[in-house]
């Protein structure tokens, strides 16, 4: 079956503009999370939604940062104002236990 | 607050070597440990999930151990080969966060020298 898939896979932006980021889960995955990782560094924790709603968005850095799901499954990563700080590959993973969880292939961000 | 940490950040070798690579955690209240591997520009691949009451798993030439009380976890590849050639990513589970969430350490750059 299909996996996770995110678009685009690349995103070059300018500083200040706004950007969105998606992620399509495997089918009936009702987990979904987003990370973040930076050049030399391993992922780090964003956002978690369980179903529909934001179950745990602990790891937003600030308020630029937001994130939604509504329908319960194809979920978008909203950046504002995006800042040079922001460049990083964003990944998406899905998961149907809490065993294990399912990786996209990332968007590479780049703000100029 | 967890901490991976993985060691070494680098390793090259030539083909066909044995070789092992560490991760280490702060705290050992986890659930699971996996192991994954990463390709540059492209996303991640699970290799071997352990979960907190076993020892080690095996995939083909990959062992993955785990010794909880000390922290630690090693995963050995065998007879290595350049397509082994990647970033290897471990992560832990613990139960400090509700969500299931991964915390990772920072990766092994692994380079098989034909």
């Known amino acids: 079956g299909a996996g996770v898939s995110q678009t685009p896979s690349n995103k070059v932006t300018e500083k200040g503009k706004y950007v969105e980021l998606r992620c399509d889960p495997i089918?009936?995955?009702?987990?979904l999370y987003w990370y973040r990782q930076s050049l030399g560094q391993g992922p780090e924790f964003l956002i978690y939604?369980?179903?529909?709603?934001?179950?745990?968005d602990s790891g937003l850095p600030n308020d630029r940062f937001f994130a939604v799901r509504p329908e319960g499954s194809v979920s978008t990563l909203k950046i504002q104002r995006t800042e040079r700080g922001d460049s990083a590959v964003y990944l998406c993973?899905?998961?149907?236990?809490?065993?294990?969880?399912?990786f996209g292939p990332g968007t590479r961000l780049t703000v100029l | 607050k967890q901490e991976v940490t993985q060691i070494p950040a680098a390793l090259s070798v030539p083909e066909g070597e044995n070789l092992v690579l560490n991760c280490s955690f702060t705290?050992?209240?986890?659930?699971?440990l996996q192991w994954f591997r990463q390709d540059p520009g492209k996303g991640l691949t699970s290799l071997l999930l352990i979960q907190s009451s076993q020892r080690e798993q095996t995939s083909g030439r990959l062992n993955a151990s785990l010794d909880k009380s000390s922290g630690r976890s090693t995963l050995y590849i065998a007879a290595s080969q350049p397509g082994d050639s990647a970033t290897y990513l471990c992560a832990v589970i613990d139960y400090t966060h509700s969500n299931y969430q991964l915390i990772w350490g920072a990766g092994t750059k692994l380079i098989i020298k034909p």
């Open positions: 089918s009936g995955h009702t987990a």
């Open positions: 939604f369980q179903g529909t709603g934001a179950a745990d």
């Open positions: 705290d050992s209240a986890i659930y699971n």
């Open positions: 993973a899905s998961s149907l236990t809490e065993d294990e969880q399912f």
